[in-house]
């Protein structure tokens, strides 16, 4: 029912920029926010960034001065901008959702299917 669609992942040199897209659709939800994570491999899943529908921004440490959140409420897609990648960015990005069932009030997160960054020389 609820689809969300990622794109942007690639191979880059470190210093290098990436552009993430993640796209919702469906019918019956509405969107509080959105966000994104990444998991390296052995690694737990950890928030890189979060924005909401108003426009409030969250970052992770690792990230702030280096990675920038936007959305487009009008098309349900948030996009991560990545500046002077590193390899410790390498990792398989998820976009997510926070969602409401809007017949039912229901709650819940709603998760992509990820898109590989790797940062190598």
């Known amino acids: 029912q609820v689809q969300l669609v990622e794109s942007g992942g690639g191979l880059v040199q470190p210093g290098g920029s990436l552009r993430l897209s993640c796209a919702a659709s469906g019918s019956g939800f509405a969107i509080y926010a959105m966000g994104w994570y990444r998991q390296a491999p052995g690694k737990q899943r950890e928030l890189v960034a979060t924005i909401t529908s108003t426009g409030s921004t969250n970052y992770a440490d690792s990230v702030k001065g280096r990675f920038t959140i936007s959305r487009d409420n009008a098309k349900n897609t948030v996009y991560l901008q990545m500046n002077n990648l590193k390899p410790e960015d390498t990792a398989v990005y998820y976009c997510?959702?926070?969602?409401?069932?809007?017949?039912?009030?229901?709650?819940?997160?709603?998760w992509g299917q990820g898109t590989q960054v790797t940062v190598v020389s």
């Open positions: 997510n959702a926070d969602l409401e069932v809007v017949t039912t009030g229901y709650e819940y997160v709603h």
